[in-house]
């Protein structure tokens, strides 16, 4: 569900780590710790391996320790933000053979897109190149969901122009759910540009909103790590 599904989605971005979306019931975790034991992976930060934790929102993150793993981070989570439960996301997965042998699931792309909308810096422009990807490869025979999902989600002023300019009749269905697209159909790409400034901004602001709580309580847990280990 992060760099490395951007990755394979043709959105290139080096990543470190591998991102995990999984389901908090209890025998699925225990399966999970097993996993984790083969590659000697830790937490290395709060909180603690938890369903608890996992079902607030907070992200459990590891460190690997097996030789052929070595030094790799992989963080889990159950509950994004704006993301529906796993058994929907579950549904609307992306499968991928990788090797002629191992399938690979991914967040479906407008679920990665949901995900992607942070407020860090690198996000934005990543969340670019994979709608771009996207249309590229598949503007030639799109389907209904595929220019819906454009419409809603393009970040790029000139493409963003181009698809109201070719399915004008969707884009003034959509208009009222992104106001923004007014400036596409009318080709003022300096408005446009301002207006996707202005709905990157309140993204940011609400993905801070969303971690403000989450981030205090990491805080009142490190601080009682901290005091039990004095």
Known sequence: MGGQACILYGGAEFSRDIDFAILSSDENLVQLGRCLEDLKAEVIAVPPFSKQFLERGHAIHFRCAVPEAFGLRIDVMTKMRELDDFHVLWERRTTIRMFDEYECHLLSLPDLVKAKKTQRD???????????????????????????????????????????????????????ERPLLAHAISSDLD????????????????????????????????HERFRKTE
Do not use: C
């Open 191 to 222: 408005a446009l540009d301002r207006a996707l400034l202005e709905e990157e901004r309140i993204e940011r602001e609400t993905d801070r909103a969303y971690w403000q709580p989450l981030r205090s309580e990491l805080e009142s847990l490190r």
């Open 122 to 176: 690198k996000d934005w422009p990543m969340i670019r190149r994979l709608l771009e990807s996207h249309y590229f490869s598949n503007r030639d025979q799109a389907n209904p969901d595929q220019i819906e999902f454009w419409l809603k989600e393009m970040r790029t002023p000139e493409l963003l122009t181009e698809i109201v300019g070719i399915y004008p009749e969707i884009a003034q269905q959509i208009g009222s």
